[in-house]
């Protein structure tokens, strides 16, 4: 692959992912669909959309891999990422998502063994600072609810992202949104009380699954050929800045200097404990790197 269509795939990529936190809050708060609908749509949509990818470019009538352990930690990201963004913006929202996932697999390496380089243990030093200090009580801090929420979303996150194993990760994704999809569902009759689905929610929701995480995937898969694991961490670093600024421009939302200042430390942090990790006990693959 040429560096030019990498860098072209890694971007798309990028907009992507970011792109799922802007389509989820402005869902949430400008329709009137409910989360646990927009969950159900969102994964199913992704789960559909995967499947026809996986069915048509490697001739499979059903997509290998996965499993239902993963795919509970799918839904379980995918149910918090939405109920999270009840009450976030897309840009605080997908800033405490990153740090939660980052911070979950650091800590799953240190509980494994893995010992903290120097500049690993500032890094984590520093970023764990800069998510104390937006979190702190004050007026722009965060729904404490909508943050413990988004902090699930992420540690669930960093779970499926550990338990990814060497089997096409195309097709294990595609299998894990399909076993997530009847989860997704149930959680629909559960919160039914308070069902509510109108056409532009329900449309953001599959812009989501479908094009934001479905393609989304497909395309950051693409990506990773050829692309060092501690290249692909340190591109993901991107995603929430990518976020914050498309939330400003498209959706109008304020960007608070204690965001930003929190944001550049996070990432800083992030960005130092990434680039040092040396893992004890087995390798990232790229497709732990990309989820």
Not at 107 to 117: C, I, N, P, Y
Not at 230 to 250: E, H, N, R, W
């Amino acid at each position: 692959m040429s560096p030019g269509r990498q860098i072209l795939l890694t971007v798309a990529a990028m907009v992507a992912f970011a792109a799922n936190s802007l389509l989820c809050r402005q869902a949430l708060a400008h329709t009137s669909i409910d989360a646990a609908s927009f969950t159900a749509i969102r994964l199913g949509s992704g789960a559909v959309v995967l499947w026809a990818v996986v069915t048509a470019r490697q001739r499979v009538a059903w997509p290998g891999g996965g499993s239902w352990i993963s795919a509970a930690a799918l839904f379980a990201y995918a149910a918090c990422f939405s109920f999270a963004y009840e009450t976030l913006t897309a840009a605080t929202g997908a800033l405490l998502l990153f740090a939660a996932v980052q911070f979950s697999m650091i800590a799953f390496g240190f509980a494994s063994g893995t010992k903290l380089g120097r500049v690993q243990a500032v890094g984590f030093f520093v970023a764990a600072m800069g998510l104390v200090a937006l979190l702190l009580p004050g007026v722009a801090a965060p729904s404490p609810k909508g943050a413990l929420m988004m902090g699930a979303a992420g540690i669930a996150w960093g779970v499926y992202s550990l338990r990814s194993g060497s089997h096409d990760p195309a097709q294990t994704t595609a299998a894990n949104f399909i076993r997530a999809t009847p989860m997704a569902l149930g959680l629909m009759l559960l919160f039914a009380r308070d069902r509510s689905i109108d056409l532009p929610g329900a449309a953001f929701a599959v812009a989501s699954g479908a094009g934001a995480s479905g393609l989304g995937y497909v395309i950051w898969y693409a990506a990773l050929r050829g692309m060092p694991v501690t290249t692909a961490s340190i591109v993901q670093l991107s995603v929430p800045a990518i976020a914050a600024v498309l939330g400003v421009v498209l959706l109008g939302e304020a960007m608070s200097i204690r965001l930003a200042m929190a944001s550049a430390v996070i990432l800083t942090g992030i960005g130092l404990a990434a680039r040092k990790a040396r893992p004890a006990t087995r390798p990232v693959t790229n497709e732990q790197a990309s989820d």
